[in-house]
């Protein structure tokens, strides 16, 4: 304990006789620590954006697609499991005690044609209970209701792109809209969702009473999906057990039998959006990382010199009884003091730009304290690393030579 | 008297790109505690090869040494770092003292590296050699800040702080003029007088005239060993000799301004 502490008192004196040139050194360390830093928090920021903004859209959401291209399954009886239609979407509703919501949806792509242009969007047909368990809001106007649904009424709101792209903005509650052949009547508008996680517009959608996308629009019997909003995240799996022994009953499956249809929730989606953000941190990392060890071997590089510089210091040293291991302790203490307070620095001024960036520039940065621990450790780590080599050098001079080196 | 150190059949040959310098042809002499000894030789002599051999700096290629009565002709790199820690002092013709260090800290670094730690308050103790060789108020001054033969009496402390065995100098007055040489030697005179055993090398006779004992080198064997009869006193031929301090500036009314602190 009393030799490191005079170890590190020699290092730190050492360091302050040449305090230009230490400070020059520890640069690389102190951009490598700050790049880290910046650089995960930026990462981390992003996928704290998207995690907000995927929780926003309904984190409790859960899908049931019917599933296709299972002709290869010999188990499949004849009929119409394998598709979904109003009826299970009802018995779901009728049946679950765990959901929030129920929504069966209608996907079709259509021409529309309004205002002053026309545009080629997703049209859904959907029940009054979707915008809940998408927590889409309404911008103006109002919702289709339910007699809406059961009369099969031609009544759409507009998302925020059909408003931009039709009306150029005003106010269409009240326009007559041709979807496709079918005149429409424009009742409300969706406020603004921004882009999917994966980069799709929610914005770029028409939403109609379901049994009007079905019979009037997509002229089918079946549906594209089920949406169904669990009452908590934490029921989430529970609700995707409910929904499928549901709709296994009403499909009559037997024990062993297909599902035939597929379940996601919005928290799956969640987690490989979230993946895909972390994927991306840990690139920015790893590309910050090489500038840290850049910075290391600065260190080493201007460790080497001092070693030749003081080559004489050292012969005295050893003629004064030092133990190769002594000086090698002392140049590594002092490899690792300059890292460690280039990593103090490099700390610092990573605060200083985040702070910059979140403040004035308007970035979203997380500095997780994990991260500047892990960069402050990984600096003292590459004071060991690339201090080694200059220090056992300086271990290993002959204290004769060492002498007479000028 | 006990041998402080004794050589039997030295020898120490050099590689010179492919001839073999054969520096050290069987060296045997011993010391006995207590001794003030000067080696002179020509240069090329073998005497800075016998000293570096003795201070363990470097091994002999044959032949035994034992120093203070144990035989450190097979010990490892480590061994000899301690043997020359705790049982030998040095002194260098050019000093050797850190740079930008205080004059404390340089006679203070032996014990900085005494892994017994047999010296319980190495600060007291370092103090303690610089008084023993005049410089009590000189503790906080840089090397830079001190006259040569200041610089050498740091060297001296420092090389007393353990409390060695035997005081190896090597030329200790190569780099100072006339007088600080004196006064160099009137230091080693002192610390010989409490028993201290000095070794030095020299090639000036009148500097060796100071020490108890002379033994001459040639072609790396030793070709006469005789003790001094009739001893200089540096102390007293340092005040015979004119201190230009004293010629030219004692009486000078700026004097205190010119002198360094």
């Known amino acids: ?406 | 008297m006990s041998s402080v150190i004794e050589t039997r059949g030295i020898t120490k040959d050099y590689v010179v790109g492919e001839m073999i310098v054969r520096a050290l042809r069987g060296v045997d002499f011993e010391v006995t505690a207590g001794e003030f000894v000067a080696i002179m030789g020509a240069s090329g002599s073998g005497k800075s090869t016998l000293m570096n051999v003795l201070g363990c700096l470097d091994k002999p290629t044959s032949g035994d040494y034992f120093l203070d009565g144990t035989d450190v002709s097979g010990l490892t790199r480590d061994q000899y770092a301690d043997i020359r820690n705790q049982r030998l002092g040095f002194v260098f013709q050019t000093y050797n003292l850190l740079a930008r260090t205080s004059a404390l800290d340089n006679v203070e670094l032996p014990l900085f590296y005494d892994h017994s730690s047999r010296i319980e308050n190495p600060r007291a103790s370092a103090i303690e050699a610089l008084e023993r060789v005049g410089l009590a108020d000189r503790l906080d001054h840089e090397p830079n800040e001190l006259s040569g033969g200041q610089q050498q009496r740091v060297a001296i402390a420092r090389a007393l702080v353990n409390r060695p065995a035997i005081i190896l100098a090597d030329e200790p007055t190569g780099n100072l003029d006339s007088r600080t040489s004196v006064d160099v030697m009137s230091v080693f005179q002192d610390l010989n007088d409490q028993g201290i055993t000095i070794l030095l090398v020299t090639h000036e006779p009148d500097i060796a005239e100071y020490t108890r004992r002379i033994i001459v080198m040639r072609d790396g064997r030793i070709v006469g060993d005789r003790p001094v009869h009739d001893r200089r006193n540096a102390k007293k031929n340092l005040e015979a000799m004119p201190d230009a301090d004293d010629l030219y500036l004692k009486d000078d009314p700026t004097y205190e301004g010119l002198v360094r602190p």
């Open chain 1, 1 to 406: 304990m009393r030799r490191l502490r005079r170890l590190l008192r020699a290092a730190t004196r050492s360091i302050l006789k040449n305090r230009m040139r230490s400070l020059l050194t520890s640069l690389g360390v102190i951009i490598g620590v700050a790049a880290v830093i910046v650089m995960v928090g930026i990462g981390a920021g992003a996928q704290a954006d998207v995690e907000a903004q995927i929780s926003s859209l309904g984190v409790n959401s859960i899908i049931i697609f019917p599933e296709r291209g299972h002709s290869a399954n010999v188990s499949l009886a004849a009929g119409t499991q394998n598709k979904l239609t109003l009826d299970d979407a009802r018995r779901v509703e009728e049946e679950a005690t765990l959901l929030s919501g129920v929504s069966p949806v209608v996907r079709t792509n259509a021409q529309i044609v309004g205002g002053s242009g026309n545009w080629n969007t997703h049209v859904y047909g959907v029940s009054p209970a979707y915008l809940d368990i998408r927590a889409w809001k309404i911008a103006s106007g109002e919702l289709f209701t339910e007699r809406d649904v059961r009369v099969k009424a031609k009544v759409a709101l507009l998302g925020k792109t059909i408003v931009d792209e039709l009306f150029d903005g005003e106010d269409p509650i009240g326009e007559q809209i041709r979807v496709g052949k079918t005149p429409f009547k424009v009742i409300g508008t969706l406020s603004e969702k921004g882009q999917s996680p994966w980069g799709s517009d929610y914005d770029d959608v028409v939403l109609v009473p379901v049994t009007t996308g079905l019979y009037r629009l997509a002229g089918g019997r079946y549906i594209s999906m089920i949406n169904v909003g669990a009452r908590s995240l934490d029921e989430s799996d529970a609700a995707i057990e409910e929904v499928t022994e549901i709709l296994r009953n009403s499909h009559r499956l037997q024990p062993g039998e297909e599902d035939g249809f597929r379940i996601y929730s919005q928290a799956d989606l969640m987690e490989t959006a979230t993946e895909t953000q972390r994927v991306m941190t840990l690139l920015l990392g790893a590309v910050a990382a090489v500038s840290l060890i850049v910075g290391g071997i600065g260190i080493m590089n201007i460790m080497l010199v001092s070693v030749t510089e003081r080559t004489r210091e050292i012969g005295i040293r050893l003629a004064v009884g030092a133990r190769s291991s002594d000086v090698l302790a002392q140049f590594l203490t002092e490899s690792v003091v300059l890292s460690l307070i280039g990593g103090a620095i490099g700390t610092a001024l990573a605060y200083t730009v985040t702070h910059i960036l979140n403040n004035v520039v308007g970035m979203t940065t997380v500095v997780r304290p994990s991260v500047v621990f892990l960069a402050f450790g990984f600096a003292g780590a590459i004071g060991v690393f690339f201090g080694y080599y200059p220090a056992r050098k300086a271990a290993l001079l002959n204290p004769i030579d060492a002498l007479r080196h000028e």
